[in-house]
């Protein structure tokens, strides 16, 4: 009878063990991103994933970073408990190196455990940080480069505040396609409330202005600024009924930036349009 107790527990024992051993599962809705596969043998531990943020990626000695803002993946990957041999430091970031090479990318900066890499692809812009750990242990951080939609929109009291203040208003939330001068559907909401605002104030006219990045001639982004405020005051002409003679476009282009032109995220800030009390 204990003879085959004992028996009983080792089996148990080793099932248990066993189950230790087994494949781990990646984390729930955890997978690889689109660019890139694993290591070997590895699963991932934890990952997250961001519409808008930002990461300071290494680009040279002495702690130079480049901070890149856009939709944002980190992934974590651990080895299986199963696998024979772990991958050293020095094979993981290699591989990652290798497989961006390999997609017309390149490498950006190098230590000793970790790697900042850099891609074009379909048009789009990755930045992608490897960091390696002797346990096989590692990490990728990737940012696809991109300006943030803008959410937020202010409202005709705050373009009203702004303009008793300081005799004008920036509006942000007024959007066209690159080069073009059509309002895109998503506008809606901001020449909403410029209406709203004059609305509020019969006597109130304004010089509605264009502003664009430097990106482009100069010749070529007055005439886009002028053409996008002229689009502005249609919509607001057309659509809100509000009197022609209340309000005039103008192009600015690129002669009064709001930001530094060398970032995407200056220059989204100085593509804006502006509101001016004639």
Request: glycine share 8%; with cysteine.
């Amino acid at each position: 009878m204990k003879k085959t107790a004992r028996l009983l527990l080792t089996v148990a024992f080793l099932s248990t063990a066993a189950g230790v051993l087994a494949q781990q599962k990646d984390a729930t809705g955890c997978t690889d991103h689109p660019l890139l596969t694993r290591m070997p043998n590895s699963w991932i531990h934890h990952c997250t994933q961001k519409e808008f943020d930002a990461h300071a990626f290494l680009v040279g000695p002495a702690k130079k970073t480049e901070q890149v803002e856009g939709r944002v993946w980190q992934i974590s990957y651990y080895p299986q408990a199963t696998a024979k041999e772990k991958p050293s430091e020095l094979q993981i970031l290699r591989n990652y190196e290798n497989a961006i090479k390999g997609l017309g990318g390149t490498l950006v900066y190098a230590e000793k455990s970790r790697e900042t890499l850099r891609l074009n692809q379909g048009g789009k812009e990755f930045w992608i940080e490897v960091g390696a750990e002797f346990t096989g242990k590692y990490g990728l951080k990737i940012v696809q480069r991109e300006a943030m939609t803008q959410s937020v929109v202010a409202d005709a009291a705050a373009f009203s505040n702004d303009l008793r203040s300081t005799g004008h208003a920036a509006v942000y939330g007024i959007y066209f396609d690159s080069g073009k001068s059509d309002l895109k559907p998503e506008s809606k909401q901001a020449i909403a409330e410029i209406a709203t605002l004059l609305q509020g104030d019969p006597a109130l006219k304004l010089y509605v202005v264009g502003h664009t990045d430097s990106v482009g001639g100069l010749e070529s982004n007055v005439k886009l600024s002028q053409a996008r405020a002229a689009a502005v005051v249609q919509a607001l002409v057309q659509t809100h009924g509000i009197a022609a003679s209340r309000l005039l476009p103008f192009g600015d282009g690129p002669t009064a930036p709001v930001a530094s032109n060398d970032t995407d995220e200056g220059r989204a800030k100085n593509r804006r349009v502006e509101l001016v009390k004639q």
